[in-house]
């Protein structure tokens, strides 16, 4: 597989690509799919649909990876919250974590065995991908999670959470364990079903200062990288802190891929960490609104990778009214330019 060898950083005939929410809204095919579904969650839960809007993209556009399709927010859902996704609000969970007697009704083996449909899905997709792509499973950062289960929904401040870490941090540490000891075991039975790499999102890494973020985020992403790599030393690991250029020097731990966003120039990225990880990354999601910034956009990471360890990706996820042709343009483009 092209994809794994690339992350474990060796020669491929090219360099590989897939984009961080292939399988969504700016596909018809996928919005046919959801609206049979009913919604966003039932798909989700619905192993069938799920491998086939998985595989969408990798019919459509020819990229060299599928992303499970799921999301990193059926984790709290399954240890005992009640999630809804509200037609362009996003996610809202009703019940936020307030307290430690909130925090003790949520269950880490209920919710390693309630999501058994993700499970399902992998294996349904390992059975019709082709030999030669690869299957990425996932899960949200412990970080990211607790930002949704004490807020409640997504935020600009993050004042509930940041309130936590600095007036009641053994709390705050007690959740992100819990939530860690889940997200081990679900990454390890997504392991046992059939991905061929995982990739962890902390979407929201960028909320916290430097010291804070290597205290209450990273430090939890390689608790469980390290769990993986000690166990399945085959499977690459990806990590996506996403928005924290200033804090590259002090990026560690056992995992084999940093995945670089839209925000932190690629050189330096190369500069501080390409010597130790291979990277993925990172064009301007938004570029997919133009060829000829396509063009550019693919020209300056290239110029800078070549023959470097690199996986193209974009820097963030595709938005959903990027049209198609352009999207699959962006991916031939790399396929063709990268070509030794
Ligand atoms: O193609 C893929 O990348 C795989 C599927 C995937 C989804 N969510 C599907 C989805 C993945 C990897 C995620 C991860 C995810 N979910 C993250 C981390 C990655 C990132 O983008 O930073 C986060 C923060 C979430 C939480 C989440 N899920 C939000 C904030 C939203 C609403 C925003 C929106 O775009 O509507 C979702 C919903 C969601 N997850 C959609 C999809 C395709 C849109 C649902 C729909 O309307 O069909």
């Known amino acids: 597989m092209i994809f794994v060898d690339a992350c474990f950083g060796k020669k491929t005939p090219y360099t590989p690509v897939w984009m961080m929410r292939q399988a ?72 936020p974590i307030k307290n430690q007697a909130d925090l003790d009704k949520l269950s880490v083996q209920k919710a390693v065995e309630g999501l058994e449909y993700v499970y399902e899905t992998i294996r349904l997709i390992r059975g019709k991908l082709a030999a030669d792509k ?74 916290l200062e ?4 290597f205290e209450f985020s990273w430090s939890y992403m390689k608790e469980i990288s390290s769990y993986l790599k000690a166990k399945y030393p085959h499977i690459p690991v990806i990590l996506f802190p996403k928005g924290i250029s200033g804090y590259l020097d002090k990026i560690d731990g056992d995992f084999d891929v940093f995945a670089v ?36 956009g693919i020209e300056h990471i290239v110029s800078v990778m070549k023959n470097k360890r690199h996986i193209f990706n974009l820097g963030h996820g595709i938005l959903p009214d990027v049209p ?14 990268t070509k030794i």
């Open 24 to 95: 969504g809204r700016y596909l018809p095919e996928y919005m046919a799919v959801r609206a049979q579904a009913g919604d966003f969650l039932s798909l989700c839960k619905d192993p069938q649909k799920a491998c086939e809007v998985t595989l969408q993209p990798v019919d459509i556009l020819g990229v060299d990876a599928a992303i499970l399709f799921s999301d990193i927010l059926v984790v709290p859902l399954e240890m005992g919250m009640e999630l809804k996704f509200l037609q362009g609000e996003g996610p809202i969970f009703s019940n």
């Open 134 to 207: 690869a299957l990425i499973g996932f899960c949200g950062a412990p970080w990211t999670l607790a930002t949704y289960m004490i807020e409640g929904q997504g935020t600009k401040t993050y004042a509930q959470v940041k309130k936590l870490i600095y007036t009641n941090p053994q709390f705050m540490h007690a959740l992100l364990k819990k939530v860690t000891e889940v997200l081990k075991l679900y990454m390890e039975r997504q392991i046992q079903s059939g991905t061929d790499v995982v990739m962890i999102f902390d979407s929201w890494a960028a909320a």
């Open 210 to 213: 430097e010291s804070a973020y």
């Open 261 to 296: 966003d839209w925000s932190t120039p690629i050189e330096l990225a190369q500069e501080k960490l390409g010597h130790k990880y291979v990277l993925q990354g990172n064009m301007e999601p938004t570029r997919l609104y133009s060829q000829d910034a396509i063009d550019e």
């Open 324 to 337: 198609v042709e352009n999207a699959k343009y962006f991916i031939k483009q790399v396929q063709t330019l």
